[in-house]
């Protein structure tokens, strides 16, 4: 079944605004890392968290050291250039198999 | 400056073509992977290689078969491509397998008529 959960699928924010977006995990997970798809197509890593928080300018990520069951992405002050698509993925701590499960994506639209 | 390339980045084949994709690290990482991407979904993982000459299915490596003769060197083989084949491709590295993170490359996308 889907072990990475997602949401929202699509949001609109307007320039200057905060958000959040969250991923809820089926499972416990060993990592975390979330990526930006920009319109070309390409992969922007973004934050990669084995636990706790991570801060990069506006953009502001956390993992649940706990349980390890859900991570989030904050956005700070929204600009048209954080438009795109934003991917969570994750490592499954039992696995013995390195590979990332991915989310199903937020589609982001910063409007002025 | 830590990268993964890829090559080409768009590819069109037509059905029954043999389709070779290329992608490189300069980070003498151990672990390769290839995904694919298709429409409104996130990756998926093909296949894995832990080194040279040691490669591991993923999730759906049916119709593809792999190759990684230098450890900086991971291609993806597809022969005989098939129109559901049709799709963006990515290639990533990491230090070692688990626990590492992934370092992804810009995409191939792969269009088969």
């Known amino acids: 079944g889907d072990q990475v959960e997602q949401s929202p699928s699509a949001l609109s924010l307007h320039e200057g605004t905060d958000s959040a977006l969250r991923c809820n995990f089926t499972?416990?997970?060993?990592?975390v890392q979330w990526f930006r798809q920009n319109s070309r197509g390409s992969l922007i890593s973004l934050f990669y968290l084995a636990s706790g928080t991570k801060e990069n300018g506006r953009l502001k990520s956390a993992f649940d050291s706990k349980e390890r069951r859900y991570s989030t992405l904050h956005i700070r002050d929204a600009q048209l250039e954080d438009s795109g698509t934003y991917f969570c993925a994750a490592e499954i701590a039992s696995s013995s198999f390195s590979k990332l499960v991915f989310g199903q994506g937020t589609s982001l639209s910063v409007v002025p | 400056d830590m990268k993964v390339t890829q090559m080409p980045r768009y590819l069109i084949k037509r059905m029954g073509e043999n389709v070779l994709l290329e992608c490189g690290q300069d980070?003498?990482?151990?672990?390769m992977y290839w995904y694919r991407q298709d429409p409104g979904l996130g990756l998926q993982l093909i296949y894995i290689s832990y080194d040279v000459d040691s490669n591991s299915e993923g999730d759906i490596p049916k119709g593809y078969r792999v190759s990684r003769k230098k450890r900086e060197h991971f291609s993806l083989i597809l022969d005989s491509a098939k129109t559901n084949q049709t799709s963006v491709y990515f290639c990533?590295?990491?230090?070692?397998?688990?626990?590492?993170?992934?370092?992804f490359g810009p995409g191939t996308r792969l269009t088969v008529l």
């Open positions: 499972t416990t997970m060993r990592s």
């Open positions: 980070m003498s990482h151990e672990t």
């Open positions: 990533a590295s990491s230090l070692l397998g688990l626990g590492y993170e992934q370092y």
